[in-house]
């Protein structure tokens, strides 16, 4: 199955928005990875970093963020980590965490999940 | 310019870095979220315990490292911005046992062009982008008129810094300032003051004459 880590400044934000996927997907896999490893805010190279290695399959992994900072140190995670499948989405972070790990659920593959988060919109 | 002598210059920086935290963050209270010198302090005062406990090969590996350490610790835009700039710099200088003028002038443009990828950013948009890219044409352009290389690193300085005074007249387009737009107008990049502070550690290390023999 297809797996999400969701970045956030907010240990608590990233946690929550896991929550809120579990809700609809409750056999999803998504990982938080939210604030800093001494509970600051802020993003993690490392605990990012972490996070898509337990995330990870051949299925592949979609990286979610809250905001712009977040992008950046979740691009420099996959780049480093040069895996097959593992990419960061520019999509709604609550709202595309829930579609995609229901999408991830019902068997959807990472490209076709990739696509759709990618064409979401939350007023459609 | 050796490899002891960039570590030292980093070493300058980061004392500088720490010691602007309280200055760095009030002006990122003002358009941001008020972390800027938090974040800087934070990635720089784990650079330090990293400098100071190990010895490096190349000024590239110095880079490397100073860039890896950002990476994982500052937890901001800053960590991943200056990350790449230091990654792209260790990059521009890979296997040079000694760095030169025009070496330290690629390097530095590498590293702005790296922000520039990874912030999907330009000048313009009220970023470090408005000091470096300034500071790196200045620099150039006395190099190419052949001045000493005090000349070309205090005319970069000066550039980064008339960068500064010039964010204050322009709306961030990028970055979390963005978020209030309009309204960052008077107010300085806490990014571009920055960067502007690390090119003035350098200035000094040069014009103290301990580096001018070996940056020819
Ligand atoms: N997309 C970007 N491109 C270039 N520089 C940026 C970008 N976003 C932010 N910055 C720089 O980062 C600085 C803010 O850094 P910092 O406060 O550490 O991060 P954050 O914005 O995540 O709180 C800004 O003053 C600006 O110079
Ligand atoms: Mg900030």
Redesign the pocket.
């Given at each position: 199955m297809v797996a999400f880590v969701i970045v956030s400044?907010s240990a608590k934000l990233s946690e929550g928005v896991a929550d809120l996927a579990r809700m609809s997907a409750p056999n999803a896999r998504i990982f938080p990875a939210g604030g800093l490893p001494d509970g600051a805010y802020?993003?993690s190279f490392d605990l990012i970093s972490e996070a898509v290695k337990c995330a990870y399959s051949e299925e592949g992994v979609i990286l979610i963020f809250d905001?712009?900072?977040a992008a950046?140190t979740s691009e420099m995670v996959v780049e480093s980590l040069s895996l097959n499948k593992v990419r960061v989405v520019d999509c709604p972070v609550a709202e595309g965490a829930v579609l995609g790990t229901v999408l991830a659920e019902s068997g959807v593959d990472f490209d076709e999940i990739v696509y759709e988060l990618e064409n979401f919109s939350k007023t459609e | 310019m050796q490899t002891n002598e960039v570590a030292a210059i980093v070493k300058k920086i980061a004392v500088r870095i720490i010691e602007e935290k309280q200055f760095?963050t009030e002006?990122?209270n003002a358009?941001?979220?008020?972390?800027?010198?938090?974040?800087?302090a934070r990635g720089f005062e784990a650079v330090l315990s990293k400098l100071d406990s190990e010895a490096y090969q190349t000024p590239s590996d110095v880079f490397k490292v100073v860039a890896m350490t950002l990476i994982s610790t500052?937890?901001?835009?800053?960590?991943p911005?200056y990350g790449t700039a230091f990654l792209n710099m260790s990059k521009a200088t890979a296997a040079k046992t000694e760095i030169y003028i025009n070496d330290f002038i690629e390097a530095v443009k590498s590293g702005a062009e790296g922000?520039?990828m990874?912030?999907?950013?330009t000048e313009g948009?009220?970023?470090?982008?408005?000091s470096m890219f300034p500071a790196v044409r200045a620099m150039q352009n006395e190099a190419n008129k052949g001045e000493s290389h005090a000349r070309i690193i205090e005319a970069g300085w000066t550039a980064a810094a008339s960068g500064v005074e010039y964010?204050k007249t322009i709306a961030?387009t990028?970055?979390?300032?963005?978020y209030i737009g309009e309204r960052s107008i008077g107010h300085q990049?806490?990014?571009?003051?920055?960067?502007t502070i690390m090119l003035e550690e350098v200035k000094k290390a040069v014009k103290n004459g301990s580096f001018c023999n070996s940056i020819t």
């Open positions: 400044h802020g993003t905001m712009g900072s950046m | 760095l002006l990122d358009i941001g979220d008020g972390d800027h010198g938090i974040n800087m500052v937890g901001g835009s800053a960590g911005l922000v520039s990874r912030g999907k950013s948009e009220k970023t470090m982008l408005d964010t961030a990028k970055g979390r300032a963005s990049d806490p990014g571009a003051t920055s960067f």
